[in-house]
């Protein structure tokens, strides 16, 4: 793609569709969609309005190149046909929602599955380090005497840039979806053009907000769970128990690495602040799963485990890391929302930045988010956090916790 930038106008072929595009520079635009339904019509109607930011997205995409053509060998096949096996038994719903997106988007389900394979399809033959690995994101969660306070910069591949959207969904299943364990949902959440809302930043309607951190173990586990349908069944969780729960995924377990940041409001008000990293287990049918509460100290957590022992890959990934997790800790301890402002905006390092923003670099931070919780608010920035306005401001909504 960055070969191509020098045209002015780059003309591609994709699917028999000749799709023109100018580059499109950092757009200061938060789609946002509204959306009630199954989780088929849900999924069309984010399908069917996202169309052209979709296929642009799946048209450029790097990393689809490469786990098309691991999906051409047996073993990638394997993997594919065995994890979709899975999903379909453990999540049919959730398949739906993907094959909805399909169909209203006009593309091919099997380039939105191979989006959610992911890492666990790119290494299928060959998994050498140092790895070009996907995400980059930092998040800071502070409590403060009247509020909670969550930042996070969502850093992506640079296609992603300008190909994301925020989803607002009311979930309503089909007796059919009921029955094989769809609940009602409610939630908001930044999604990669094409791909399940879940695994970026939001929050649910039952008191949680979150922000994920992708997690590169080395050994991952084919045919398992991907993270994005973990992530997905955490915007149904109830409670922290809940969410312990699905992170366990008991019975079959996940087959890569993430951690997610969250922050879950009780009835009464209360708030906590735990940060959960997840990996595969190689011994057992379940996720190794490790959590800590913070209280007092703030959560700081970028794209490397701190607790669970585990090998993790070499690469940007984590040289990343190690430079951002060092720009963090040279402010001082964050105390105010615009602390973690300051600190989300941070451009110091020389090769990697907190706030990663220029021309030339593989990763990108795409968006940064701010959920206030004394506000009820979720701000969210293109352009560094502490010197610009929020391109739009989102209400948090709790409204299954008020019903009850
Ligand atoms: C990693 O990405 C860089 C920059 O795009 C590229 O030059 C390099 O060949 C990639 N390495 C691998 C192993 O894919
Ligand atoms: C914004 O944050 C950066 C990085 O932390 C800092 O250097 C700068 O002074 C801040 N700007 C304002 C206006 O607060």
Same mark, same amino acid.
Request: charged share 25%; hydrophobic share 35%; aromatic share 10%.
């Given at each position: 793609?960055? #070969?191509?930038?020098?045209?002015?106008?780059?003309?591609?072929?994709?699917? @028999? #569709?000749?799709?023109?595009?100018?580059?499109?520079? $950092?757009?200061? +635009?938060?789609?946002?969609?509204?959306?009630?339904?199954?989780? =088929?019509?849900? @999924?069309?109607?984010?399908?069917?309005?996202?169309?052209?930011?979709?296929?642009?997205?799946? !048209?450029?995409?790097?990393?689809?190149?490469?786990?098309?053509?691991?999906?051409?060998?047996?073993?990638?096949?394997? +993997?594919?046909?065995?994890?979709?096996?899975?999903?379909?038994?453990?999540?049919?719903?959730?398949?739906?929602?993907?094959?909805?997106? !399909?169909? @209203?988007?006009?593309?091919?389900?099997?380039?939105?599955?191979?989006?959610?394979?992911?890492?666990?399809?790119?290494?299928?033959?060959?998994?050498?380090?140092?790895?070009?690995?996907?995400?980059?994101?930092?998040?800071?969660?502070?409590?403060?005497?009247?509020? !909670?306070?969550?930042?996070?910069?969502?850093? !992506?591949?640079?296609?992603?840039?300008?190909?994301?959207?925020?989803?607002? +969904?009311?979930?309503?299943?089909?007796?059919?979806?009921?029955?094989?364990?769809?609940?009602?949902?409610?939630?908001?959440?930044?999604?990669?053009?094409?791909?399940?809302?879940? =695994?970026?930043? @939001?929050?649910?309607?039952?008191?949680?907000?979150?922000?994920?951190?992708?997690?590169?173990?080395?050994?991952?586990?084919?045919?398992?769970?991907?993270?994005?349908?973990?992530?997905?069944?955490?915007?149904?969780?109830?409670?922290?128990? *809940?969410?312990?729960?699905?992170?366990?995924?008991?019975?079959?377990?996940?087959?890569?690495?993430?951690?997610?940041?969250?922050?879950?409001? *009780?009835?009464?008000?209360?708030?906590?602040? =735990?940060?959960?990293?997840?990996?595969?287990?190689?011994?057992?049918? $379940?996720?190794?799963?490790?959590?800590?509460?913070?209280?007092?100290?703030?959560?700081?957590?970028?794209?490397? =485990?701190?607790?669970?022992?585990?090998?993790?890959?070499?690469?940007?990934?984590?040289?990343?890391?190690?430079? $951002?997790?060092?720009?963090?800790?040279?402010?001082?301890?964050?105390?105010?929302?615009?602390?973690?402002?300051?600190?989300?905006?941070?451009?110091?390092?020389?090769?990697?930045?907190?706030?990663?923003?220029?021309?030339?670099?593989?990763?990108?931070?795409?968006?940064?988010?701010?959920?206030?919780?004394?506000?009820?608010?979720?701000?969210?920035?293109?352009?560094?956090?502490?010197?610009?306005?929020?391109?739009?401001?989102?209400?948090?909504?709790?409204?299954?916790?008020?019903?009850?």
């Amino acid at each position: 793609m960055k #070969t191509y930038m020098f045209w002015s106008v780059l003309v591609f072929t994709y699917l @028999g #569709t000749v799709i023109c595009e100018k580059p499109l520079g $950092r757009r200061r +635009a938060v789609p946002v969609i509204y959306v009630q339904g199954s989780h =088929y019509d849900v @999924g069309y109607d984010v399908g069917r309005t996202f169309s052209s930011i979709i296929k642009n997205f799946i !048209a450029t995409y790097e990393n689809l190149r490469d786990f098309e053509k691991e999906y051409k060998t047996d073993a990638g096949r394997d +993997a594919y046909d065995k994890t979709l096996a899975n999903m379909k038994q453990r999540f049919p719903y959730y398949i739906k929602e993907i094959q909805g997106v !399909a169909d @209203g988007a006009n593309v091919p389900f099997q380039s939105l599955f191979l989006l959610q394979m992911d890492d666990i399809i790119g290494t299928i033959n060959d998994n050498h380090v140092p790895r070009n690995d996907t995400g980059g994101c930092s998040s800071l969660a502070i409590k403060t005497p009247k509020s !909670a306070v969550l930042g996070h910069t969502e850093d !992506a591949f640079s296609e992603t840039l300008n190909h994301f959207y925020i989803m607002s +969904a009311h979930i309503i299943p089909t007796p059919e979806d009921k029955e094989r364990g769809a609940v009602e949902e409610r939630f908001a959440s930044l999604c990669y053009a094409g791909n399940m809302p879940g =695994y970026t930043m @939001g929050y649910n309607g039952n008191g949680l907000v979150f922000s994920i951190n992708t997690l590169s173990p080395l050994t991952l586990k084919p045919g398992n769970t991907p993270r994005t349908f973990i992530t997905r069944r955490l915007l149904a969780s109830k409670n922290f128990a *809940d969410a312990e729960r699905i992170l366990r995924d008991e019975g079959l377990g996940i087959a890569n690495g993430f951690s997610i940041n969250m922050i879950w409001t *009780d009835k009464s008000g209360g708030r906590k602040i =735990y940060n959960a990293e997840v990996a595969p287990d190689l011994t057992g049918d $379940r996720s190794l799963v490790n959590i800590e509460g913070f209280a007092d100290e703030p959560l700081i957590h970028v794209n490397i =485990y701190r607790r669970i022992k585990l090998k993790e890959v070499i690469g940007p990934i984590i040289d990343s890391s190690t430079a $951002r997790l060092k720009a963090i800790h040279a402010h001082p301890t964050p105390k105010t929302q615009k602390d973690i402002k300051d600190i989300l905006s941070d451009t110091s390092g020389t090769d990697f930045q907190v706030f990663q923003e220029k021309k030339d670099t593989v990763i990108k931070t795409i968006a940064a988010g701010l959920f206030e919780l004394d506000k009820m608010t979720w701000s969210i920035f293109i352009n560094k956090p502490n010197i610009s306005e929020p391109v739009a401001v989102l209400p948090i909504r709790f409204s299954m916790l008020e019903k009850e």
